[in-house]
């Protein structure tokens, strides 16, 4: 049973930064996708950040030059640095695994952390 935990969402001003942290257990396979998402009331969740098994980024437009996502030594841990940070970011953000498993993608969430950026 894959599971995931988000952290680090908080309160904070415009211009100011936050890392977001996610913990995966269970299995992880080799083939996998780590993704950010966010969602705001009343607008579509939106992908943020992605980044492969391979270390291949991608990034939101709205968040490049302002987000970096990366994942942990342990390869079972994602980060995302959200840096100079505006008030349309405000948002729950969530964390999304993909895993290819018999040529199928697989995938799990966690219930997300908030994000509240004040002007």
């Known amino acids: 049973q894959v599971q995931l935990a988000e952290s680090g969402g908080d309160l904070v001003q415009a211009g100011g930064s936050l890392r977001l942290s996610c913990f995966v257990t269970g299995t992880i396979l080799s083939n996998n996708r780590m993704n950010w998402h966010r969602q705001a009331p009343g607008k579509q969740r939106e992908l943020v950040a992605s980044?492969?098994?391979?270390?291949?980024?991608n990034y939101a437009e709205s968040v490049k030059g302002r987000f970096a996502i990366s994942r942990g030594n342990a390869k079972n841990t994602v980060y995302l640095q959200m840096n100079s940070l505006k008030p349309e970011d405000t948002a729950a953000y969530l964390c999304?695994?993909?895993?290819?498993?018999?040529?199928?993608?697989?995938?799990?969430w966690g219930q997300g952390t908030q994000v509240t950026v004040s002007s």
């Open positions: 980044i492969d098994s391979g270390g291949s980024t």
């Open positions: 999304h695994i993909e895993m290819l498993y018999g040529g199928r993608w697989r995938d799990y």
